[in-house]
């Protein structure tokens, strides 16, 4: 066997290594896909590490409508729309939109909030209370992770539009700051 034909037969072993590799990753994209749909997510990303400079990073997600947002026509047809507008009827013609309000701080992430840091303890801030900046509102839990969400400035507490342990969207209204 000379060296060419080793050369040759070590590139095939590649090719086929790294197409096995593609067939590997498409079928774990797959997966993750149909975990979304399945569990009504909007949005999944992982992070794999194969070795040194070897690595996956997948991040699906799944466009979603905002109620108060006109809606493009292919949107409207999409399977997505119908719980946006289940939410719609909420608002009546004399309500404001909350994510309307200056004072409104909306949420960074999705996930599950959390008025208390455990259950049974007393809320971070109730209707009346004056923050500070940087104080702490709620809590939302992301994939396992509890995550404070900071006042972004000093006021007071307006309204709180959320209830705890309710599930949340990103950018969906949390509460109302004066």
């Not at 095939?12 to 975990?35: G, H, N, P, S, W």
């Not at 997948?58 to 119908?82: D, E, K, N």
């Not at 404070?148 to 000093?154: D, E, G, K, M, N």
């Not at 507490?157 to 004066?178: D, H, M, R, T």
């Amino acid at each position: 066997m000379t060296k060419a034909d080793t050369s040759k037969k070590e590139v095939r072993v590649e090719d086929l290594r790294r197409q096995e590799a593609a067939a590997a990753d498409v079928a774990f994209i797959e997966a993750l896909a149909k975990l979304l749909r399945e569990n009504d997510l909007t949005e999944i990303e992982v992070e794999r590490e194969f070795g040194d400079d070897d690595e996956l990073k997948v991040r699906l997600s799944r466009g979603v409508t905002i109620a108060h947002a006109p809606a493009p026509a292919s949107m409207a047809a999409a399977p997505l729309a119908a719980p946006v507008a289940a939410a719609a009827p909420a608002a009546t013609a004399g309500e404001v939109d909350p994510a309307d309000d200056p004072g409104c701080v909306t949420s960074p992430m999705v996930g599950t909030v959390y008025l208390a840091a455990e259950p049974g303890a007393a809320p971070f801030v109730s209707v009346g209370d004056a923050v500070e900046a940087g104080q702490t509102l709620l809590i939302i839990e992301a994939m396992k992770t509890m995550n404070q969400i900071p006042s972004p400035r000093a006021g007071v507490v307006k309204k709180i539009l959320v209830s705890n342990e309710q599930p949340i969207e990103f950018g969906a209204p949390l509460l109302i700051l004066e």
